[in-house]
């Protein structure tokens, strides 16, 4: 590193239907940061795509009430540039670099951050991401493809069938095969945007056509009856497991207004009452599916335990949010990790990995050389 401190990029906003959380999440990091070890770059970016570096978090949005978009008055339009071997902040209107990334830390939640896109950018850039590499990243955004590979595994997940825009399957045949009520949610979406809960032809007809509008691919889910189970995950090759943390929901599921806008729709039960053995088995269960998608740095392994102690896998955040209300920060706090600690854990895993990576593909390069020598 150049420099004394650990220049972290927060890059938050988006142009996904979380834009608003991100930024919420992006105040909880900037608030939790060391500023003895790490410099902070606010990277905001908008939802025309563009990209601005903030003073500070005041000049991006009013704290208690996040506007929709980003402000764009008095800040830089800036770009990502790699020059001498190292990342700068190029301001695109003066043409000057405005400080060295060592780190990028993406709070983006939703497609276009959490689906592996920033994540390709960081790698294409040659600078360490916080967070699961490229492949993982999209898998696990992926609800249906997570689904398959968690299954395949021998992992219980919900029943359920994948349908694209051109499907011709009847509200009837879906509750032969899955019961009903039903779920319906984006293939690709978080926070639970866009996911309904169904019981009749006319609501499921309304609630396909909402989740059609956030992603191409919808699934159609059987309902679980059991507990919401939550686990924190973090590091590599060797996965830390926070205690499992329980959601008691007061209208039927974890909604985007109990998560984020209706205090009273759900309470949040850090640890879960569990016995020590159901407890052992979820947190198992936990790293299990956190390495079989081959998750790095950050996940949060959502699951149901049913009145039979089944534990069914439901699905797997890979960029967790950070806000006040959030189970990740809340469970890693429960667990002996503040959001400081939890910052480093991060920012070092990603460094960590970089280099990891960088070496393994000298080393890589170097014995297919050896190789081709010995072929010649």
């Not at 972290?8 to 900037?30: D, M, T, W, Y």
């Not at 639970?192 to 919808?218: C, H, L």
């Not at 469970?331 to 990603?350: E, F, N, Y």
Request: net charge negative.
């Amino acid at each position: 590193m150049m420099n004394e401190k650990i220049s972290v990029a927060i890059v938050f906003g988006g142009q996904s239907a979380e834009h608003k959380v991100s930024i919420q999440s992006a105040f909880n990091l900037l608030e939790s940061i060391d500023r003895e070890k790490y410099h902070p770059f606010l990277l905001g970016i908008d939802r025309t795509g563009s990209w601005f570096l903030y003073p500070d978090f005041y000049a991006v949005t009013n704290r208690r009430q996040p506007r929709q978009r980003l402000c764009r008055s008095r800040v830089r339009e800036v770009a990502l540039l790699r020059k001498n071997a190292a990342v700068h902040i190029l301001d695109l209107d003066t043409l000057d670099l405005l400080g060295q990334v060592d780190v990028v830390v993406p709070v983006l939640h939703g497609p276009c951050g959490e689906d592996g896109c920033i994540q390709g950018l960081a790698r294409m850039l040659g600078v360490p991401c916080a967070g699961s590499d490229v492949l993982s990243s999209a898998l696990c955004m992926d609800k249906d493809i997570s689904k398959r590979l968690l299954s395949q595994a021998g992992v219980a997940v919900a029943d359920y069938l994948a349908l694209t825009r051109d499907h011709s399957m009847t509200f009837e045949k879906l509750v032969d095969r899955l019961g009903c009520p039903l779920y319906v949610k984006p293939a690709g979406m978080g926070s639970s945007i866009g996911v309904s809960k169904v019981a009749s032809r006319e609501a499921w007809a309304a609630a396909m056509a909402m989740a059609f509008r956030y992603d191409s691919k919808v699934l159609v889910e059987r309902e679980i009856c059991g507990r919401e189970i939550e686990c924190a995950v973090i590091g590599r090759e060797r996965p830390r497991v926070s205690v499992p943390g329980e959601v008691i929901t007061r209208h039927g599921y974890y909604s985007y207004t109990a998560k984020y806008l209706d205090s009273e729709a759900a309470q949040l039960e850090i640890p879960a009452v569990l016995d020590d053995m159901t407890a052992a088995v979820i947190r198992q269960l936990a790293a299990d599916v956190y390495t079989l998608l081959g998750c790095r740095g950050m996940a949060r392994v959502d699951m149901f335990l049913t009145a039979g102690d089944e534990v069914i896998v439901n699905e797997v955040n890979t960029l967790p949010g950070f806000t006040h209300n959030s189970m990740f920060p809340k469970l890693w706090q429960a667990s002996g990790v503040d959001g400081r600690a939890l910052i480093d854990h991060l920012v070092m895993g990603a460094i960590d990995g970089f280099f990891s990576r960088q070496e393994s593909a000298i080393f890589d390069a170097v014995a297919g050389a050896a190789g081709a020598g010995e072929l010649s």
